[in-house]
């Protein structure tokens, strides 16, 4: 068998298995460009299978939401590719983007995103009324019993509590039938028992209804309801956990966020060093960051005086 000449890069060639709803490839997206650039995702490769509750955690900044908006296909990529259904979604006009977002890809958001001036029903059809498209009573229905909405279709969502709104933006995002939900901190503005309900349904769904969805979330707890769980830092996985709970999660969490404290200490260290050195080294040729630095230093030094 020989292994050292293969192609390694094979893998990511090939297109989707049938078990799998949605795969990054060499994911980059930077915002900005040049010295302002930030890399908010740094060559991610990920699959999510069909089927499966994936949660994604993570310090704010992270990522999080940015992996979530571009495989939805709501924001673009600097480079790589996103597999949906065969298709490469980065390659796609805005007119093929807006038919996926609309019929295949649903999205769920911590703010719930409802128009404020239609009733849950109206709110919950929006999808199927913009495409002009007939609701699927029976389902309709499913989605309304499940979720516990039948006292509630005819009030707007100011006559709503959060809990009541995040169900309606649930029965929203699943009214078309996505094969695929994204759920960016559904609750983040939850209590606990809200929570906890829509949780339990977002696991139903997938458990019952052959639903595939992402969440991110910020509590170990919520993503102990997933099957999955992984966790990003600075625009890369860093963790990938089958079965989390939520001890596992808290401790993997806390694992992270004490090597960025180190690196950041790490770093302030460094930067005092380079500054020092400049000061010391002036006469030598500095190097252009050293320049940098000594520039900084000075004009720091000059505005103290
Ligand atoms: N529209 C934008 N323009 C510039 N920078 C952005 C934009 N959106 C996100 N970022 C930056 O990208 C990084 C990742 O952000 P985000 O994906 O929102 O993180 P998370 O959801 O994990 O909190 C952060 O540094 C953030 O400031
Ligand atoms: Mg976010």
Known sequence: MTVGNSPVHSQSMQLPSRGIAIQAVDLVKDYGSGANAVHALRDVNVSFERGRFTAIMGPSGSGKSTLMHTLAGLDSATSGRILFGGKDLTRMNDKQLTLLRRNKIGFIFQSFNLLPMFTAEQNILMPLTLAGAKADRAWFDLLVETLGLRQRLNHRPNELSGGQQQRVAIARALITKPSLVFADEPTGNLDSVSSAEVLGFLKQSVNELDQTIVMVTHDAVAASYADRAIVFADGRIVADEPHPTAEAMNNLLMAERE??????????????????????????EPSAKRRSSHRRAAATARHAA
Do not use: I, M, N, Y
């Open 259 to 284: 090597r960025a404290t180190r690196a950041a200490v790490a770093s302030d260290a460094h930067d005092h060093f380079v500054r020092a050195d400049a000061f010391a080294d002036s006469d030598a």
